[in-house]
């Protein structure tokens, strides 16, 4: 004979009322994120949908958009393989140093990206220490679209070491192990078990990676030298556009980011969503 099972109260049915906390919410969010971003669009679209096409027509927006996924997706690339092989080095291997190791490759989250590029320009710049030998031989890694992905390399390093490492931590070394036994490489084991077990962080590293590097701008000024149709990339033609007075011009490139970045971060909620409810 079957019994009715009483209802075990949950978090939703001792507070069944949510209309207080989420409202006060929704308030503290309007001046700081909901508005500022509405206004992106309503100024972008102010003139018309035909003016904000227009607008993104003009050879300097178009290049610095081409520029800025260009520099985007190859810092993405690059890190996805130098954050994943550091965050091996970090998570499997023991030496003297690692702790103050850990700390130096994720500075970068705490550097202000100003001091990033002035370190850069200091570093390899017409007068930094390596760039003035390197201007010898007619190298000038400044004010070039190498410089521009120095700069992007640095600051969003930890981004792909953050997403990496903690898997990696949390692998559990038998399978491993049994992979030597069988006589499997250290490289055949990293491919065959260990990069199958890594697709999520890299494609959570891969994105954050990517959606920081199209928005970077502080380290960007000041090794990219904002030359039109040479270095500039999105955020800096935004940023000349409003020195310069033209508003709407600034506002359709900053409209494209701002889309570019809901569709990545839509992306990462998918996936991470997909995962939880996998899992």
């Keep these: ?19 207080a906390p989420v409202g006060l919410l929704v308030l503290v969010l309007l001046p700081l994120l909901l508005m500022p971003l509405a206004a992106i669009f ?15 027509k003009s050879p300097d927006a178009i290049f ?3 520029f800025s996924l260009f520099i985007a997706f190859s810092t993405a690339a690059v890190n996805a393989v130098l954050g994943t092989f550091a965050a091996y080095v970090l998570s499997k291997y023991r030496f003297p140093g690692e702790k103050p190791l850990g700390i130096v490759v994720n500075l970068p989250v705490a550097i202000p990206t100003v001091v990033v590029g002035t370190s850069l320009l200091l570093l390899w710049g ?26 992007h390399l640095f600051v969003t390093f930890p981004y792909m070491l953050g997403s990496v490492k903690p898997v990696l931590d949390e692998l559990e070394a038998t399978y491993e192990e049994a992979a030597y036994t069988m006589g499997a490489s250290r490289w055949q084991t990293f491919r065959y078990v260990i990069l199958p077990a890594l697709r999520g962080g890299l494609f959570t590293g891969t994105l ?7 928005g970077e701008f502080g380290a960007t000024v000041l090794v ?25 011009n600034a506002n359709a490139v900053a409209a494209v980011l701002a889309v570019l970045s809901f569709v990545i971060f839509f992306f990462l909620l998918q996936y991470t969503g997909g995962q939880g409810r996998r899992a």
């Design 1 to 19: 004979m079957s019994q009715d099972v009483p209802d075990v109260p949950t978090a939703q049915t001792r507070h069944p009322s949510a209309i």
């Design 42 to 56: 309503i100024f972008a679209f102010e003139g018309g949908f035909s003016t904000f096409i227009t607008a993104l």
């Design 64 to 66: 610095a958009l081409r």
């Design 126 to 151: 017409p007068i930094g220490l390596l760039g003035i030998f390197l201007g010898k031989f007619g190298l000038e890694p400044m004010f070039t679209p190498f410089g521009v992905l120095l700069a």
């Design 208 to 214: 954050l990676t990517f959606a920081h590097s199209l």
């Design 224 to 248: 990219s030298g904002n030359l039109r149709l040479r270095t500039q990339t999105a955020p800096l033609y935004i940023f000349a556009q409003f020195e310069a007075g033209n508003v709407a």
